[in-house]
């Protein structure tokens, strides 16, 4: 499962190794205005994908850690259930 945010070109630098090559973006006019407002809404989404997998990624932290420190308990719990359908 591939668990990397997603980013918008406006998030990439320029100078850092292994950006996105930068793109044409027209500037003037009516498309200009429909690209940059789709930049920002596609900035937006991107945003929001990163806060949701940091989210996602500090719950199953927390999850795994659960399950470490209550591994005995939840291992004897267990045999505990199937011995009583015998």
């Not at 205005?33 to 990163?50: A, G, K, P, V, Y």
Request: proline content about 6%; charged content about 25%; hydrophobic content about 30%.
């Amino acid at each position: 499962m591939n668990r990397k945010p997603i980013y918008s070109a406006l998030q990439y630098p320029s100078y850092k190794e292994g950006s996105p090559t930068p793109y044409l973006s027209n500037a003037m006019g009516p498309l200009g205005n429909i690209q940059s407002e789709m930049e920002w809404l596609f900035f937006d989404f991107c945003r929001m994908h990163q806060i949701v997998y940091k989210e996602i990624g500090r719950v199953e932290e927390g999850l795994d850690r659960f399950i470490q420190e209550n591994k005995q308990d939840l291992t004897l719990s267990g045999d505990t259930e199937s011995s009583e359908k015998e």
